[in-house]
């Protein structure tokens, strides 16, 4: 658990690559902004520019935060899509029963921007809800991987049923099904399920647990839970409710909403990652039916319509109940605590393969990255790369999995580059800028060993130079689609007692242009340019 709070503070800080803007906007009270820090430096880092912004700067009124987030909409060269408001409404204003009054940039009640908030009313809170947001999306729970395909509906009934509690449960689970789901809980009170159920399936571990019935600030008995008693660590579930009573308050703490967020600590995390639900007390019948479509429409946006952020999943579902209903009440009592830029999880993350060049010299040149998952191309992974406050350039790939930057490093180092795709696992990488005329040299293995590659460009062939501790080695070959074009699947020294260990290699029948070799299966590549 160490090596988790390391990685956690020891977060690139890129405030001065910002100037131009920020697509996510996380204002805060001051005492509060180095514990955010860390979520600003990985939205940033994976290529989702971030701004922590003190209300000393905006102010401390909810008209004054809205100007600033207005004039930010309209002027910055980046604009906010994502907005976090970092307290309770007694450390950060809010405005009536839900958070749109920041995100509506026309005026006419809709929002256009995701926005969502965090519930804590202490640095100490908020450096959990960090924690927990910054491992969700970061390092993924993959010790027991079965949780990514188990959530949980709970049907509280009343006497008479209520006629949309169950079918809507039904309908969720069905999507989830349909997504691959091993395991989807079916409690109701008629049954004999109460909160234990409920705790102990969440301990467990469930992507999503959403409830549909009767509350007003925790789920009613017999489904009280009490979020203490979860024990789930890192398998953080997102919990929706549609209840007649309100379950969360922006501006009072004890609601079943901010304990789901603020409980456990950054050794020993439990409860949740994210919360969705009402704030207004509504038990007509017609509010009922109404809320359920909220509730369909938030799964329904994940799950049929490839909508895997947390807050433009709810805000695709404010539009539904927008666009059928018109009501402005309906549409503006749904807020979201959490992260409105999460990633959500749908499937067991898959390893992502990056096929790029690990050294560059400090001239204008072309990165060409390839991004695969076994050994499928995948479109519309986020690309970015950065270099202090020199390099910051993010993309999304293409049908073939290729992204391609052209960059100008203005001096020798190191530029992270990031990859992030939807249920894949996060890449983390680095590529050398080495002074031009420097032989060289690529560690491809965890023993330092390294492979040599010349000349490149190559045409009839090209040597390697395997590492010394290696008497047979694997070389594969890949175009920049991440194809493999060659396989040398045992490399030998030649002769065997040849300790500068060459290995000529002909290169017929493989085209002109760009290539990359691994050697072992390792995760950095070497770039080999071929011409005729």
Known sequence: MKKVILVIIALLCVSGILADGAK??????????????????????????????????????????????????????????????????????????????FADMTGNYQIELSTGRFPCATISQCQIIVAKTI???????????????????????????????????????NLMLASGYIHVDSFISTA???????????????????????????????????????????????????????????????????????????????????????????????????RGTVVKGFFKAIFEENICCMGDAAKRTKFVIDSLYGIQARYQEWNLFGDPELNLWTAVPKPLTVIYDSIINPTPCSVAVA???????????????????????????????????????????????????????????????LPEGIEERSTLDATGTTLEVYPSPAKAFFTLRLPQSADRSQIKIFDVSGKLVKEIEDCIRQPRNDRTGKVRVSLKGISPGIYFLRLNDEPVTKKLVITK
């Open 371 to 433: 991004v695969l998952s076994n050994g499928i191309a995948v479109w519309n992974a986020l690309v970015c790369l950065m270099k202090d406050t020199t390099i910051y350039e993010y993309g999304n790939t293409d049908s073939n999995g290729i992204k391609v930057f052209s960059i100008l490093p203005q001096d020798t180092g190191t530029i992270s580059i990031t990859v992030t795709a939807r249920s894949c696992h996060p890449f983390e990488g680095v590529i050398r800028v």
């Open 135 to 173: 491992l969700f999306e970061r390092m993924p729970y993959m010790d027991d991987t079965t949780w990514y395909l188990k959530g949980t509906t709970i049907v509280n009934e009343n006497n008479p049923p209520d006629p949309y509690f169950q079918p809507d449960c039904r309908y969720i689970r």
């Open 192 to 290: 004999g399920h109460n909160a234990t159920s409920v705790e102990d399936a969440i301990t467990e571990g469930r992507t999503f647990v959403v409830y549909r019935g009767w509350a007003v600030t925790n789920w009613w008995s017999p489904f009280n839970v009490d979020p203490n008693r979860t024990n789930n660590g890192y398998k953080l579930p997102i919990v929706i409710t549609g209840t007649d009573g309100p379950t969360m308050s922006l501006s009072t703490s004890g609601y079943l909403g901010d304990r789901f967020l603020n409980v456990g600590s950054i050794i020993n995390p439990k409860g949740a990652v994210g919360y969705f639900s009402t704030t207004v007390l509504d038990a007509n019948p017609s509010t009922n039916m109404q």
């Open 24 to 101: 996510y906007l996380i204002i805060a009270p001051d005492s509060f902004i180095q514990a955010l820090q860390p979520l600003a430096d990985w939205k940033t880092k994976k290529g989702v520019k971030a701004m922590v912004v003190p209300l000393s700067v905006t102010g401390n009124t909810a008209s004054q935060v809205k100007n600033y987030i207005l004039n930010a909409y309209n002027t910055w060269e980046i604009r906010p899509e994502y907005i976090l408001l970092a307290g309770l409404g007694t450390v950060v204003p809010y405005i009536s029963s839900s958070d749109d009054f």
